[in-house]
């Protein structure tokens, strides 16, 4: 029997079915759930712990009370209703006090205040979560909007101002209608905007910082491309400050008095529950991530100062626990600053914990930028760009991509860590406002409900914060791995 | 790559000098990896450099555009020096196009936008001028109907193309090439180097590092063979594959046209 080694296929085979056991619905149990004893074993004990917490907790829910007038009324009516003995949650505290939850002692009078400055935020970001997208900034903006409107109705805003919101509102809508790119300038006004809104006083205090930052912009624009973008910021921004200590005074002080306009003051401590959880946290925020870029870039400078000044600054920052920076900003800080001179508390713990966070973004970033392959650098030094414009419109781009989820976890942490502010006397949401709710008699002993009620609420924006960022990591992976 | 398939009616060779390198030496660290290099390139020359692993041909052509920075000596690139001036070195890489191993195009760009990128910011063109040029450049490397696809989704003989097409858009008048084929599949080698030839057929002044004698013979009018950090051996490539003298360049040769 000969054997020829030769082989020559004269048709090729065309693709088949997986066979039944190997698609749909039995292959994902036989995979997911009861692939061996041990999985089998882990399914039936996962399915009877599911079991056993709504057993504890159902009743609880279900029974929830939500008209009541102090929780001794609530436990009445539950036994009334469910029998001797039952549990339930009291909800009703949350009913009479949820305001004091999200504005803290904000003058009720004023709510509409940060509720509009709270929907102006999402107007603001629009353009930047979105950017590029006229259809769904417009459908966020006329979401934001419409809530807004209705928010206002619920904290009962005057009719004036309600008319006046909607008519803002709409002439955004307008704008992201036809130039959408624009907004960008009302999110560059926003802070201003916003700061305004909530304290309140004379409108020029802001309208004088914002026109410090346009003669700093000026400056930069004629500027950068004779002396590059380095000098050009340092005088722009030494120019700004000689604006902001020294000469705004004299243009804002002789206008607040010859045109008053402005809303009623609204002092720091009266700031509380989510509207400082915000405050701070989004100033914070959209604060660390610029900051943190430099501080990455500056720890990979070549420059001995540079480098050496930003390390010192990342290591110091990190190797410090936020309560003691806390601590400092509300007590130390007014030791080492000049006599009378007064920041605001608040001001001084956004800055505290800006600065703790951008350590954090910082080293967060550089991990992106070691991701980076050498070649991208070489490219774009071959082609000629000069260092900002490599930074900017190569390195930056690609290596916040990569660090999209450790920034995004840091800025969870952030927002959840400004509940520590109540350790300097502020009345966050957790700590300061529960206890001050417990402290009242006719809520003494309650427990779970306002520390549910305040976790939901943080839990959203968290968990809102984390779907965006797995959003934006799909729209912006271009790797086709 | 038959040769009398090539046009060489562009490619001449004029007297003006685009590059001069004159008793340049390069260490890393304490390690010596260039020696005296004396080396002059008229405009119009293409010029291969090949060699052993570690002969620093390499970083001789990132000398050039100042990828690698030199100890001693001077470079003159089309009458500028590269000191370390950022100016001279910006206005020299604009001047030069480097095409690399690995292509190293922009992930996070179409190709489109990885080709009008220097253009725009780098020479100041207008977006629209830049895109005319770009879909010139990608028709010439013939790939202009993957425009608007990521560098991801090409294969690596496109990716190298495109890389090329890039170099083009910055309208140098110098090309590097540091290894362009060694990172492809056998398959995808020859539509690269026809693009290559191509563009020494348009009269570009080229100096590849390459392993491919196959160009060398054939679009080359000069080889330089190195080795240990030196120029060991140069010649027109007939007389240098024919008739080497060197014993280090014939090892070499037997070593890589042998099998």
Redesign the interface.
Known sequence: MTKSLSFVRTQMLPQQAPPVTERGAVKWLRENLFSGWFNSLLTVLGALAVVWLLQATLPWLLNGVWTANSLGECRSIIAASAGEGAVGACWAMIRERWHQFLFGFYPIEAYWRPVLAFGLLFVALAPVLYFGLRRTNMLMIGITGALTVLALLGVHTDSAHVLLVAVILLALLGVAAVAPTKLLWFTLIYPAVAFYLLWGGSVWGPVGVLLGLAIMAAIWWLLQARLGVVVATSVGFVAACVWWLALQSYLTTPLANAMPLGLSAVNSDKFGGFLLSFVIGIAAISASLPLGILLALGRRSDMLLVKSLSVGFIEFVRGVPLITMLFTASLLLQYFLPPRTNIDLILRVIILVTLFASAYIAEVIRGGLAAL?R??Y??A??????YW?AQR??IM??AL?ISIPGIVSSFIGLFKDTTLVALVGLADPLQGITKIVRADINWKGIYWEPFIFVGAIFFLVCFGMSRYSMYLERK?K???? | MAENAIDRSKMTVSDEVAIQITGMNKWYGTFHVLRDINMTVNKGERIVICGPSGSGKSTLIRCINRLEEHQQGQIIVDGTELTSDLKNIDKVRSEVGMVFQHFNLFPHLTILENLTLAPIWVRKVPKKEAEETAMYFLSKVKIPEQAHKYPGQLSGGQQQRVAIARSLCMKPRIMLFDEPTSALDPEMIKEVLDTMISLAQDGMTMICVTHEMGFAQAVANRVIFMDQGQIVEQNEPREFFNNPQSDRTKLFLSQILGH
């Open positions: 392959p070649g991208q070489e490219a030094d071959a082609l000629g760009l000069d414009q419109l190569i781009p690609q991509k912006l271009t790797d086709h791995r």
